[in-house]
């Protein structure tokens, strides 16, 4: 990843800069609201998402809003974080490495059981004449507590 210096912060870099983050959190925003339009928006109609480090699976935008549809649901509460966002911008495309940090507690048959995950997404996007959108995003897992016992059954 190239890091910006000082004087490559013009206007425009700025301006492009911030509203890739606020991409990045009305992408979590959707995601915990469960605000599926809201997701949708913030990716290209043919992105391709793929959450296979975590788990999930690898679709395009709308087949991943039905699989996200179903798996939340397991969940009485979700909160994605997003965090150490690099972002490389040239031109009217950009590239990004993005921490997440999910808590996420659920009900299962025997209690309670408290989910983190933690890792990156990898992304591109791709400026459209509504702003800037995902065209692909991924994941990169750091770590994942659902393999703790000692995170089971809290109270």
């Not at 004449?129 to 770590?143: D, I, P, Q, T, V």
């Amino acid at each position: 990843m190239k890091y910006s210096t000082p004087r490559d912060y013009t206007p425009d870099y700025i301006a492009d800069r911030l509203q890739l983050l606020d991409l990045c959190t009305r992408y979590a925003v959707g995601v915990d609201r469960k605000d599926w339009e809201l997701f949708r928006s913030c990716f290209t109609e043919d992105a391709v998402i793929d959450y296979t480090a975590t788990g999930g699976p690898r679709h395009r935008r709308d087949d991943m809003v039905v699989f996200l549809s179903s798996a939340l649901a397991q969940f009485f509460g979700t909160q994605h974080f997003v965090l150490n966002q690099e972002v490389e911008i040239e031109g009217d495309t950009a590239s990004g490495r993005i921490g997440f940090y999910n808590p996420m507690p659920l009900q299962l048959e025997q209690g309670k059981m408290f989910y983190l995950v933690g890792g990156w997404y990898v992304d591109d996007y791709t400026r459209t004449s509504e702003g800037w959108k995902f065209s692909a995003r991924s994941e990169e897992l750091s770590f994942d507590t659902s393999k703790y016992p000692l995170l089971q059954n809290y109270e």
